[in-house]
């Protein structure tokens, strides 16, 4: 064969493989049933013709008597290597797992700090003892509690030398008892945020480049020296050009990146343990560092935290003043991500020593139930509620009122979980375990094998211990009804979590601030005065309006409807429908099913069809080896090899999970 004859070919086989390549990735999705990147298309395509160059020099380049009719063979065998290439890529390294080349440079410099500082916290947790992780020893024994002392101990130092993030990942599992065993939540409880504040021309930095302007513009002055210091931002007393004395809160430079970087490594940690240890999967470690890492990020965004005082600023406003608690007012024109200048609270924090014992037994009391009932009235009434009520966010004034501090962390509820949540919280306090139980089931999905009269009895038990004549509400009672619920495979929304947490937090404050003060009977009485104030005249008439306003649409089809169902059954024509496989997940997994079925019989015919053909052997000589029938035999074990691959390519991607 002549140079040019094979230059020619190569030249055609060369435009058959990019016309393939652009086919492909036109058709590679509903093969697949994947988006797959150019990237893979061009190499899958390249092996391809690579695999058809092959196939080419052994029995076309060789062979003088090779036709045209050998294309359809040469097109399958592209077809197959390149399906079988992006088959295997797809389940080894899924799509998006290898980083674009132009973000090669970014990403392997973060991957070089991520891995250094990931070497920096294993090897903290090495010298601490806290690798390999092992379950907390649960025995009911002293040697058992020593142990889990020290274990909390270790844990504690660690997370402590291992930066903010991880101190703050601590001061939220020490919020969770449900999880970890009292030693270590006590000792998670002692975690601390000792840091030296950044320097003043860092801060002034900050403050001019956030609001845009010098800062002699936007303040008359500001007091250099912190009045605090925190890990993430700092806080400086200043004073305005009208003479409001504010607070300036300032995020420390350059503390985002490495926050997120910190909270990758969490993530990745959590995930670790949760897939290689039977107690990380127990506690569910990567659900809870993932609300965790939503949490931090929402702290580090003080436009979010002005708008939570916007909203619990004015909800608040519309109570009486024996039910509510002072909230800073904020100044938006000065606030920025970074920047949150808010009044200066003049005070001290309950946290401060001495700051209870300046008060008389009546005010400390009238404001321990100021603090209660202005939390419900945000959980059950407004749907914003401050979920971090611990002492050293809240100060008394001087004449004794409670002002709220620090709103990063809030809550919010829509109407319907609002009602839910509410009806939760009153039955409790109520003792009533069959409406706790009734409005938990109405809000979340129940699991297959659920036993619903057990978690019931277990309820009525639960109640009956912790509810019961001569109980003392405390802050675990909340965590364990949480621990309760996730035993029988319940998956409690977050939100009623983070407003049982927020109860469990203030308890333990009003416990300081007024330890004679009797929370169950506050609640109690709180319920009566809902259920009083739901009772009265007006309150029945605001009720039945909503309810009609709601109704009205469904009142105004109601008629017509009734027409034709009468109609209907008048003339015999009244059926009942229902529908089989009405889930979604139920239609899926059996269209899957079918799809494979079909693919898998298509294989199959195809390939008794192939092998007849190629045993066979009949018909034309295509070549000087190969005969039509053997062409034919070819390209059908090219299709079937296809078909045999998708289908193998969606059970291995069904154990997976995807």
Known sequence: MEFAEIAGRILLASLVAVIFIVVLAMFVRRLLGVTVGLGRIIVAGVLGLGAEVVFESRFIWQDPDASWQLIPVQIGIVLLVASLFLMLAE?????????????????????????????????????????????????????????????????????????????????????????????????????????????????????????????????????????????????????????????????????QPLVERDLDIALRMAQTLEHSTEWGRSLGLYKVAEGFSQSLRDELDYELEAMNIQALRTTSLQYPETERVGIPEHYPRLSTKRVLVMEMVAGHTLSEPGTVERYSDTVRKAQASALFRSLMHQIMDDGVFHADLHPGNIVLRPDGSATLLDFGSVGRLDAELRELISEVLLAFYRGDSRTIADALLSMVPIPEDFDELLLRRELSHFMSRHMGPGAELKAEVFTLLVGLLAKHRLAVPAELTLAFRAVAVLEGTLRLLAPGFDLLTEAKEYGETRLRSSLRPSSITEALNNEVLTLLPMLRRLPRRIDTLTGDLESGRLSINMRLLAHPQDRKLLVSLVHEGILTFLAGVTGIMATILLVNGGGPMVTSSMSLFQLFGYTLVAVASVFILRVVFDLFRRRKGD
């Open 91 to 255: 389940l080894v390294i899924p799509t998006g797992t290898i980083v674009r080349p132009d973000k090669w440079v970014t990403s392997t410099r973060n991957r070089l700090a991520r891995t250094r500082r990931y070497s920096e916290v294993t090897r903290i947790a090495l010298s601490h003892g806290l690798l390999p992780a092992r379950r907390p020893n649960l025995a009911n024994t002293a040697q058992a509690a020593e142990d889990r002392t020290t274990a909390g101990r270790s844990l504690r130092m660690a997370l402590q030398e291992s930066g903010v993030t991880f101190v703050k990942f601590g001061q939220v599992l020490s919020t969770r008892p449900e999880l970890f065993p009292t030693e270590y939540i006590d000792e998670l409880s002692k975690l601390q945020q000792n840091v030296a504040p950044e320097p003043w021309e860092n801060i002034r930095e900050v403050i001019t480049a956030e609001l845009g302007m010098e800062l002699e513009e936007a303040f008359a002055h500001v007091d250099p020296e912190p009045l605090a210091a925190a890990s993430i931002g700092q806080v400086h007393t200043a004073r305005l050009h009208g003479g409001e004395v504010v607070a300036v809160k300032v995020q420390r430079p350059g503390v």
